[in-house]
């Protein structure tokens, strides 16, 4: 039974321009959350998508946004990236009810240059 | 505002000495709860969560936790402490009708030989 699979592993990007990331859930999930953790801090919540809609949004700008697709993957998108982007990018599926709790994925490092 | 606290930033134990690492929240009722780990540069591991009944939760790797509403507290316990329990834990709530996890700034365990 597959956990959740992220890609790319690591990014490097050059500042303003966009980055595509991308996880695919835990079988039988059916809600993708995404997070940021910056070094040395607990990841920070990005938003949450449930069928393909976004259910709630944290406090990020309009640059981060996101989708679902009906086999229930997801991307995250950064557009205009900025140095302060730079941090570990965390997916978490789970099922809309949380029986299962949050499973989350190892992440997408993301360095800004 | 919701927020959750792990006032130790970094635990040394010996090995095969005791571990007990705190947790507190400040939520308006009874959220989920959840104790995760992550070695550095991977993602989050769940070790044990709890949403209701038996206040004493028994997770992987010979981790528990215990729930007290009296005090908004969940604290993580292990008897006997391995070298590869070294790692920064995090405590994570999210409310019964919420989406998001909100997560403590994490306690970064190192064990000593």
């Known amino acids: 039974d597959a956990g959740v699979t992220q890609s790319p592993t690591h990014l490097i990007k050059t500042r303003g321009q966009q980055v595509t990331l991308r996880c695919s859930p835990k079988s039988g999930h059916d809600t993708v959350s995404w997070y940021q953790q910056a070094l040395g801090q607990g990841p920070q919540f990005i938003f949450q998508?449930?069928?393909?809609?976004?259910?709630q949004r944290g406090n990020f700008p309009d640059r981060f946004s996101g989708h679902q697709f009906p086999n229930y993957s997801s991307e995250l998108n950064v557009n205009a990236l900025l140095l302060g982007d730079s941090a570990l990018y965390l997916c978490?599926?789970?099922?809309?009810?949380?029986?299962?709790?949050?499973?989350f994925g190892s992440g997408t490092r993301l360095t800004v240059v | 505002a919701q927020s959750v606290t792990q006032p130790d930033i970094h635990i040394t134990v010996s090995e095969g000495a005791s571990l007990e690492l705190r947790c507190n929240y400040s939520y308006g009722a009874t959220p989920y709860l959840f104790w995760y780990v992550q070695s550095p540069g991977q993602g989050l591991q769940l070790l044990l969560k709890?949403?209701?009944?038996?206040?004493l939760v028994q997770g992987i790797k010979g981790f528990e936790a215990e729930f007290k509403r009296s005090q908004s507290s969940f604290n993580l316990r292990k008897p006997s402490v391995h070298w590869s329990d070294a790692a920064e834990y995090f405590c994570a709530v999210v409310t019964a009708a919420g989406n998001k996890l909100t997560f403590g700034g994490g306690t970064r365990v190192l064990v000593k030989p």
């Open positions: 709890y949403f209701s009944g038996d206040t």
């Open positions: 978490a599926s789970s099922l809309v009810n949380r029986d299962d709790g949050y499973t």
């Open positions: 998508y449930y069928e393909e809609e976004e259910r």
